[in-house]
């Protein structure tokens, strides 16, 4: 917890060369009742400095785990670590100790949870918690805390902070707590945030303020954000990039908007067509349910719910692979990913 | 950040001045808690402050005025509310001597144990793996034992002190309070706010010290005010046993080992420590079932 133990050079954002969080090959596993199950196969990623990219997928596509691993929060010894590497800043976090992520955490890399009133310690005033971090990493005096604090919750748009510092996380509404989260996780100008699915257990008028709120910070920190999400439209203006999972594994990626509106994977292009869009009069849902994850389909995990499924995708397991025609970026994982693209533009 | 703000701006200010009143509503203290309370206030008072007022020297004698019964005279013509004993010693002030004793080895058994049983539950509950298994297998051994046999065996080994019965009541005292510290450690350790402190980087004794710990302090409280009747029970049953504080301190249980064979001529030798005890005994018990009602509302009736 010293100072001193603060592990990375401080290079300043933009001269270091390389992402500043690379996640490669990682493959997690879970101990069950009923054998182990592969939370996340083979995932691949990079964040760069200063970038804010969408991690989609529906619940247990491993978004969560993954987003887990990197904080080092992976419940032991359930959970395990079967392969792959995540760098921060060019340093393979699973292969140092849970100590050297530890004096990370906060500086550098920073969390905001999915439901603020649970992720919030009730026993403890708000600006206490936002403070704590403050005092205990730097060594900053209560007063001096105090007033960080109030000054993080006008930040965040908490409106009369300083009468609201004193108050508990259960007096905050649902999307004041949050604030309070986002408060206590910036509160030491991290690199990196990961906000797992942080307006989830928000309203919906509350969830978009919450978004260009973290959008606003972004800009203006400079920092990374990782947004794992499930909602599509919650993270469509605030994304550069998005990256789809589905049973573990990524299924494609690339600039949001080609994401979006030229989806080169059916499964991508089936989550868009469940969105509303105002000009369709039924929503078209994707047929079928989520694989178990202890019994994957052979080859390509999602044939069984793909209206393009041949013999090769029972058989063979897809690799990401350009998109066919689309910019380079654009990755996807899918042997029938032609189709796929032109179907969409039929 | 600034559309959404003042949008905020107008909901949340009237409601930053409603919520306490929302937050103190089924907060009362009922009756269930202050009516015990106060006995044990009382209790408490007489214990520090009657032996003051009525001294009480255990090698006096004064065999003129044996065997009063309760408010009558001495010799002197001064009121002896309990009566006296065998050996002419006024009751009430062995009373309120034996009250001092009988809650300071009760309140001293609690921390001891209580401090015991918290170590190794957060221990156990927080770290799990082998130290998890050693530890609760040592307290599912303790607890094969009979409480009352395992401390008289304790006793004879030991010897007879007030420090040796703390003792032997809090080995057998500490498993109650390890037990519950790990329930609560286990619950607690998972949630979510732990996993959010932990990701601004805090060691784990930041975590148990405040995530943890303050968690467990109502349960830890609600045990302790359930224990200490008992804790208080046990001591003089010791004490009745010859194995607990020596006579010359006379506790409750010595008093009422005392009056023991003068039960048909002097009944009150024995019984009015024995009420007093009683009375203590089951006003803690009370407070202990209220407390526990009122910090765990799902426990209730349970």
Same mark, same amino acid.
């Given at each position: 917890? %010293?100072?001193?133990?603060?592990p990375?050079?401080?290079?300043?954002?933009?001269?270091?060369?390389?992402?500043?969080?690379?996640?490669?090959?990682?493959?997690?596993?879970?101990?069950?009742?009923?054998?182990r199950? %592969?939370?996340?196969?083979?995932?691949?990623?990079?964040?760069?400095?200063?970038e804010?990219?969408?991690?989609?997928?529906?619940?247990?596509?491993?978004?969560?785990v993954?987003?887990?691993?990197?904080?080092?929060?992976?419940?032991?010894?359930?959970?395990?670590?079967?392969?792959?590497?995540?760098?921060?800043?060019?340093?393979?976090?699973?292969d140092?100790?849970?100590?050297?992520?530890?004096?990370?955490?906060? /500086?550098?890399?920073?969390?905001?949870?999915?439901?603020? @009133?649970?992720?919030? #310690?009730?026993?403890?005033?708000?600006?206490?918690?936002?403070g704590?971090?403050?005092?205990?990493?730097?060594?900053?005096?209560?007063?001096?805390?105090?007033?960080?604090?109030?000054?993080?919750?006008? %930040?965040?748009g908490?409106?009369?902070?300083?009468?609201?510092?004193?108050?508990?996380?259960?007096q905050?509404?649902?999307? *004041?707590?949050?604030?309070?989260?986002?408060?206590?996780a910036?509160? *030491? #100008?991290?690199?990196?945030?990961?906000?797992?699915?942080? /307006?989830?257990?928000l309203?919906?008028?509350?969830?978009?303020?919450? *978004?260009?709120?973290?959008?606003?910070?972004?800009?203006?920190?400079?920092?990374?954000?990782? @947004?794992? /999400?499930?909602?599509?439209?919650?993270?469509?203006?605030?994304?550069?990039?998005?990256? @789809?999972?589905?049973?573990?594994?990524?299924?494609?990626?690339?600039?949001?908007?080609?994401?979006?509106?030229?989806?080169?994977?059916?499964?991508?292009?089936?989550?868009?067509?469940?969105?509303?869009?105002?000009?369709?009069?039924?929503?078209?849902?994707?047929?079928?349910?989520?694989?178990?994850?202890?019994?994957?389909?052979?080859?390509?995990?999602?044939?069984? %719910?793909c209206?393009?499924?041949?013999?090769?995708?029972?058989?063979?397991?897809p690799?990401?692979?350009?998109?066919?025609?689309?910019?380079?970026?654009?990755?996807?994982?899918?042997?029938?990913?032609e189709?796929?693209?032109?179907?969409?533009?039929? | 950040?600034?559309?959404?703000?003042?949008?905020?701006?107008?909901?949340?200010?009237?409601?930053?001045?409603?919520?306490?009143e929302?937050?103190?509503?089924?907060?009362?203290?009922?009756?269930?808690?202050?009516?015990?309370?106060?006995?044990?206030?009382?209790?408490?008072?007489? !214990?520090?402050?009657?032996?003051?007022?009525?001294?009480?020297?255990?090698?006096? =004698?004064?065999? !003129?005025?044996?065997?009063?019964?309760? $408010?009558?005279?001495?010799?002197?013509?001064?009121?002896?509310?309990?009566?006296?004993?065998?050996?002419?010693?006024?009751?009430?002030?062995?009373?309120?001597?034996?009250? +001092?004793?009988?809650?300071?080895?009760?309140?001293?058994?609690?921390? $001891?144990?209580?401090?015991?049983?918290?170590?190794?539950?957060?221990?156990?509950?927080?770290?799990?793996?082998w130290?998890?298994?050693?530890?609760?297998?040592?307290?599912?051994?303790? $607890?094969?034992?009979?409480?009352?046999?395992?401390?008289?065996l304790?006793? !004879?080994?030991?010897?007879?002190?007030?420090?040796?019965?703390?003792?032997i009541?809090?080995?057998?005292?500490?498993? =109650?309070?390890? &037990?519950?510290?790990?329930?609560?450690?286990?619950?607690?350790?998972? &949630?979510?706010?732990?996993?959010? =402190? +932990?990701?601004?980087?805090?060691?784990?004794?930041?975590?148990? &010290?405040?995530?943890?710990?303050p968690?467990?302090?109502?349960?830890?409280?609600?045990?302790?005010? $359930?224990?200490?009747?008992?804790?208080?029970?046990?001591?003089?049953?010791?004490?009745?046993?010859?194995?607990?504080?020596?006579?010359? =301190?006379?506790?409750?249980?010595?008093?009422?080992?005392n009056? +023991?064979?003068l039960?048909?001529?002097?009944?009150?030798?024995?019984?009015?420590?024995?009420?007093?005890?009683?009375?203590?005994?089951?006003?803690?018990?009370?407070?202990?079932?209220?407390? +526990?009602? &009122?910090?765990?509302?799902?426990?209730?009736?349970?």
């Open positions: 917890m %010293r100072l001193a133990e603060r990375t050079g401080t290079a300043a954002p933009g001269t270091r060369t390389g992402p500043l969080l690379r996640v490669q090959d990682l493959s997690v596993s879970f101990a069950t009742g009923s054998g199950l %592969r939370a996340v196969d083979g995932v691949s990623f990079d964040v760069g400095a200063g804010t990219v969408a991690v989609l997928g529906e619940s247990g596509s491993g978004k969560s993954t987003a887990q691993t990197v904080m080092g929060l992976l419940p032991r010894p359930a959970g395990r670590i079967d392969g792959g590497s995540v760098s921060f800043d060019g340093v393979d976090l699973l140092r100790p849970d100590s050297y992520t530890r004096a990370l955490c906060g /500086t550098d890399i920073a969390m905001i949870f999915q439901d603020p @009133l649970s992720s919030l #310690n009730p026993v403890f005033r708000v600006g206490t918690q936002i704590e971090t403050l005092r205990r990493r730097r060594g900053v005096s209560r007063r001096k805390a105090r007033e960080h604090a109030i000054e993080m919750m006008h %930040r965040v908490i409106p009369a902070p300083e009468k609201r510092v004193d108050d508990y996380p259960h905050f509404s649902g999307g *004041m707590r949050q604030r309070v989260m986002i408060a206590m910036l509160s *030491m #100008n991290p690199r990196l945030v990961i906000a797992d699915e942080p /307006t989830t257990a309203d919906v008028t509350v969830q978009a303020q919450i *978004m260009s709120l973290l959008a606003d910070l972004q800009r203006e920190e400079g920092m990374a954000l990782v @947004l794992i /999400t499930h909602d599509l439209g919650v993270v469509a203006d605030v994304a550069d990039r998005a990256i @789809l999972m589905y049973a573990g594994r990524v299924v494609e990626t690339g600039p949001i908007r080609e994401v979006y509106d030229h989806g080169a994977h059916p499964y991508s292009v089936g989550l868009m067509g469940s969105l509303p869009t105002g000009d369709q009069d039924r929503l078209t849902p994707i047929t079928g349910a989520p694989p178990d994850l202890r019994q994957l389909p052979t080859g390509c995990s999602f044939h069984p %719910r209206a393009f499924a041949t013999d090769r995708c029972r058989t063979e397991e690799v990401l692979r350009p998109a066919p025609d689309r910019p380079q970026a654009h990755l996807t994982a899918c042997h029938h990913a189709e796929v693209l032109a179907d969409g533009i039929r | 950040m600034t559309g959404g703000t003042e949008l905020i701006e107008t909901v949340a200010a009237p409601m930053a001045d409603a919520v306490p929302r937050v103190r509503r089924g907060r009362g203290w009922g009756p269930r808690i202050w009516i015990p309370l106060v006995v044990v206030a009382f209790y408490v008072l007489a !214990a520090i402050f009657g032996p003051m007022i009525v001294t009480f020297d255990p090698v006096a =004698t004064d065999t !003129a005025n044996r065997l009063l019964p309760p $408010l009558s005279h001495r010799d002197d013509g001064s009121l002896v509310l309990f009566g006296t004993d065998q050996v002419g010693q006024d009751l009430l002030a062995q009373t309120m001597q034996g009250a +001092r004793v009988s809650m300071l080895v009760g309140v001293a058994t609690l921390l $001891l144990a209580g401090f015991i049983g918290v170590v190794v539950g957060v221990v156990s509950g927080y770290f799990g793996r130290a998890d298994a050693v530890l609760m297998r040592v307290a599912d051994i303790q $607890l094969t034992f009979p409480g009352i046999l395992l401390a008289i304790i006793a !004879a080994v030991i010897g007879q002190s007030v420090l040796n019965v703390v003792l009541l809090a080995i057998s005292g500490w498993v =109650t309070f390890a &037990r519950v510290t790990r329930g609560q450690v286990l619950a607690t350790k998972n &949630r979510e706010y732990v996993d959010a =402190t +932990r990701t601004l980087g805090a060691s784990n004794w930041h975590i148990i &010290r405040t995530c943890i710990l968690a467990c302090t109502a349960p830890i409280l609600v045990i302790a005010t $359930l224990d200490i009747g008992s804790v208080i029970l046990a001591e003089a049953a010791l004490s009745f046993l010859g194995l607990g504080t020596p006579a010359s =301190t006379p506790s409750w249980g010595v008093t009422i080992a009056g +023991r064979n039960l048909s001529s002097a009944w009150w030798v024995s019984t009015i420590p024995g009420i007093c005890l009683a009375i203590l005994v089951v006003s803690f018990g009370i407070l202990g079932d209220a407390l +526990r009602d &009122r910090f765990d509302p799902k426990m209730k009736g349970i």
